[in-house]
């Protein structure tokens, strides 16, 4: 079955840019989705597609994908930013969806 | 606007089974695959599976298959999820999410229903 991969944490100053990969055996070949899960909170969607941002969604938040590596990043990041972020994709061969294991975002 | 409404909490004893209902409402039901996925604590999001409200054809994650029964009820627009044969690490938060038109990411999902399987 195919595996996302996620580093269990990363930790930014206020007003730096974070960085978030996941990585999956050629994942550029696939459809990433990004979601951001706040304590106590259903997840939410915060970059589809690899690239593209849902409504309400700041700019500061942008995706890319390539080869066996997709990035989530976060701009100017803020205490608000704090949080667990899941990649997703869906794998066709299997007709499955799979979850990163998650990257705590901690804004130092 | 869309909405996905779950059912409340949940407590079962191990080897009981927890059936949990996911009312949609703001959209066309029977237009978008409904998908659950549930998250123990301290965990990832985990996918059990789909249904398609249209057909009601299925497609189950491979660890959840024959034990795991996704159902729905178009008069109502409400899905369901039927996990049998409970065991303690079955305790999780159970969400609803609603895939997108031939794509699967989630961009609405329920609020949750905490199952809680404990002797």
């Known amino acids: 079955s195919y595996v996302l991969s996620q580093p269990p944490s990363v930790s930014v100053a206020p007003g730096q840019t974070a960085r978030i990969i996941c990585g999956g055996n050629?994942?550029?070949?696939?459809?990433v989705h990004w979601y951001q899960q706040k304590s106590g909170q259903a997840p939410v969607l915060v970059v589809y597609?690899?690239?593209d941002r849902p409504s309400g969604i700041p700019e500061r938040f942008s995706g890319s994908n390539s080869g066996n590596t997709a990035t989530l990043t976060i701009s100017r990041v803020d205490a608000g930013d704090e949080a667990d972020y899941y990649c997703?994709?869906?794998?066709?061969?299997?007709?499955?969806?799979?979850f990163g294991g998650g990257t705590k975002l901690t804004v130092l | 606007q869309v909405q996905l409404m779950q059912s409340g909490a949940e407590v079962k004893k191990p080897g009981a089974s927890v059936k949990v209902s996911c009312e949609a409402s703001?959209?066309?039901?029977?237009?978008?695959?409904m998908h659950w996925v549930r998250q123990a604590p301290g965990q990832g999001p985990e996918w059990m599976g789909r249904?398609?409200?249209?057909?009601?054809?299925?497609k189950y994650a491979q660890k959840f298959q024959g034990w795991v029964t996704m159902t729905r009820d178009t008069s109502i627009s409400t899905a369901y999820m039927e996990l049998r044969r409970l065991k303690s690490d079955d305790t999780a938060v159970y969400y609803c999410?609603?895939?997108?038109?031939?794509?699967?990411?989630?961009?609405?999902w329920g609020q949750g229903t905490l199952v809680t399987v404990s002797s």
């Open positions: 050629n994942i550029g070949s696939k459809s």
């Open positions: 703001g959209y066309a039901f029977t237009g978008y695959f």
């Open positions: 997703q994709v869906w794998d066709r061969s299997s007709d499955h969806v799979v």
């Open positions: 249904i398609d409200p249209n057909s009601g054809g299925t």
């Open positions: 597609d690899d690239t």
């Open positions: 999410a609603r895939g997108g038109y031939g794509n699967y990411f989630f961009g609405y």
